[in-house]
């Protein structure tokens, strides 16, 4: 057994040395040597597929991104367009303040020379009334074209400043407008309901009421207070 395994052993040896005889005489390279081990190796890695992993996860990341970034600038946008309107509404209410300042500013002020007024159409009325002596006629009528003349001054600043009096004598009686004193019997023409008489005149300031007027209410005479 030995023998014949030796024998065909050797057998092989001899046809692999007459095969590697007749590559290298046909100048090819042979089957098994380095060169051709490297130049299969150089043909099988450059018929393989080119690797898509890197290029396919590096794109999807990117894509990824741009999605969040893009989320990123419409919420920062609603953010703006909320902050320009909340600005926006700001100014208008900071510019209607200002403007209701300029206008109703010197209320107070205005509501003070009120009274005044109210002294001089009263002092007016009571020099006319009892300008009678001869010996003060001249003078009482001199107080009392200077008084005229002072009150028509003030009509004229009241009207320079938005200020109206109010003379509601016949008008519906408005509790926005008129202070109720007490009621009285209609008489012939005057409607229930009306103001029938002024104890104190009423004023308005660019259409808003800084005094009521104080009225007296004509009503029927069963009602009567």
Known sequence: MAVRSLWAGRLRVQ????????????GWPLPFSTATQRTAGEDCRSEDPPDELGPSLAER??????IKLEKEVQDLTLRYQRAVADCENIRRRTQRCVEDAKIFGIQS????????ADI????????????????????????????????????????????????PIGDK?????????????????VQPGTVALVRQDG???HGRTIRLARVEVAVESQRRL
């Open 203 to 205: 004023y308005k300031l």
């Open 61 to 66: 990341a990117l894509r990824v991104k741009a």
């Open 15 to 26: 046809r692999l040395l007459a095969s590697t005889a007749a590559w290298e005489s046909k």
């Open 109 to 116: 002020f205005c509501k003070d020379l009120v009274e005044v």
């Open 120 to 167: 001089l159409e009263k002092t007016t009325e009571c020099i006319s009334e009892e300008s009678e002596p001869e010996n003060q006629k001249l003078t009482l009528e001199k107080v009392f074209r200077g008084l005229l003349l002072l009150e028509a001054k003030l009509k004229s600043v009241f009207a320079k400043h938005g200020l109206e009096k109010l003379t």
């Open 173 to 189: 009686y408005d509790p926005h407008q008129h202070e109720l004193i007490c009621h009285v019997p209609a008489g012939v023409g």
